[in-house]
């Protein structure tokens, strides 16, 4: 069973995931370890059905995630997809482990943070920025709805064009009641031009802000 750990409605993609601009520069071979990392994380995150296969899939690929940030400690891309595949891990895992896994991907996303916040459209504050509104408060967890809207209003301004630190500010707003506010962000993110290397991703993340302002919608 899914832990509820992290408050994930059931029209989110996932928790903390992201869609980065396409790799570029650096070490070819290193970018190619990450691209696999984004690539298996979107055939599990959108084609197995949720459950344990596809728990078991993503703890896999963590490990493999783990493998290679131990490697590469100081490269920010591995920071960043190790973060995110950790975050996607806590978020299917069980109360237990949950908030441990969390803590590890908060620390993986702020030391990315600390070394390129732009890297990949804004990947570490949009993934910080989502595990901060995500995650509870104290006492039980680190949740920060303050930090959250400082990081994803930074990660929106550093990716103007970025799918989802446009997809996580709106659902962020959206989560806040600032309904007027989310459907400018939502719609401002369906606008951004499509991801023909990322077809999966793109469409997913679309057809979910489309909902989104659906649901909006309805409350009127």
């Given at each position: 069973?899914r ?8 029209v ?9 601009q ?12 990450v ?17 344990d ?37 806590a978020?299917?895992?069980?109360a ?18 600390k ?8 990947g570490a ?7 901060y ?34 997809y996580f ?11 007027q506010?989310a459907t ?12 023909p ?24």
């Open positions: 069973m832990s509820k750990f992290l408050a994930i409605a059931s989110c993609i996932g928790a903390a995931v992201l869609a980065g396409a790799l570029a520069g650096g070490d070819p071979a290193i970018d190619q370890d691209h696999g990392l984004q690539s298996k994380w979107e055939t599990i995150k959108f084609s197995v059905p949720e459950g296969k596809q728990t078991a899939q993503m703890n896999a690929l963590g490990a493999d995630a783990d493998a290679l940030a131990a490697k590469y400690p100081d490269n920010v891309k591995v920071l960043i997809w190790d973060g995110i595949i950790t975050s996607e891990r978020s299917m895992a069980s237990l482990s949950a908030l441990g896994l969390a803590k590890r991907a908060r620390d993986l996303l702020e030391k990315a943070d070394m390129d916040p732009a890297a990949l459209d804004a504050p949009t993934s910080l920025g989502v595990l509104y995500r995650v509870p408060g104290f006492p039980i967890a680190f949740g920060d709805k303050d930090k959250a809207r400082r990081l994803l209003q930074q990660a929106v301004q550093l990716a103007p064009n970025g799918l989802d630190a446009w500010y709106a659902d962020f707003l959206y989560n806040q009641s600032e309904y506010k400018e962000a939502f719609t401002h993110a369906l606008s951004l031009p499509k991801h290397d990322r077809p999966l991703w793109d469409e997913n993340r679309r057809l979910v802000i489309q909902e989104m302002l659906d649901k909006i919608r309805s409350k009127s």
